[in-house]
């Protein structure tokens, strides 16, 4: 039984809660996720790692070109990248890695729980260090 409800959507469900840790970052900025999933979220978002991100485990053969996790276009520039965790049932780890268009950004941070205006710890990025936020004009 679950103890949480899913965490897209957040809607409660039947079934085994499975974990994926997404990240999308750009330059020092980052926002990361710990995803507590229902079977369904966890399938759709494992399948489109499996589709458009490279698996950090799989290393036969060369490298396959890589497009926008969210829309699968092939054009650049792209300048965020993203990692993911995954965490099956009863199955090793596995790490992907891909790579967001700016423009498909904010649809790809709402499908996968992220924020893309999540500040930085500021602990962490004394405000003289700030590097530049993603959407800023440049
Ligand atoms: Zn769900
Ligand atoms: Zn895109």
Redesign the pocket.
């Known amino acids: 039984m679950a103890l949480y409800p899913c965490d897209i959507g957040a809607h409660r469900y039947a079934g085994p809660q499975q974990t994926i840790y997404p990240a999308l970052v750009s330059g020092g900025w980052s926002d990361r996720r710990k995803l507590r999933l229902c079977p369904t979220h966890f399938d759709a978002l494992l399948e489109t790692c499996e589709e458009r991100c490279i698996d950090a485990n799989d290393t036969a053969g060369p490298p396959p070109q890589l497009g926008?996790v969210?829309?699968?276009?092939f054009d650049t520039p792209i300048s965020f990248g993203f990692y993911a965790t995954v965490y099956p049932m009863r199955q090793e780890r596995r790490d992907f890695w891909g790579s967001?268009?700016e423009?498909?950004a904010s649809a790809f941070c709402a499908d996968w729980g992220l924020d893309l205006s999540a500040d930085i710890d500021p602990d962490q990025y004394p405000p003289q260090l700030a590097p530049m936020r993603p959407g800023q004009p440049r």
């Open positions: 926008c969210s829309c699968g276009a967001v268009h423009k498909c």
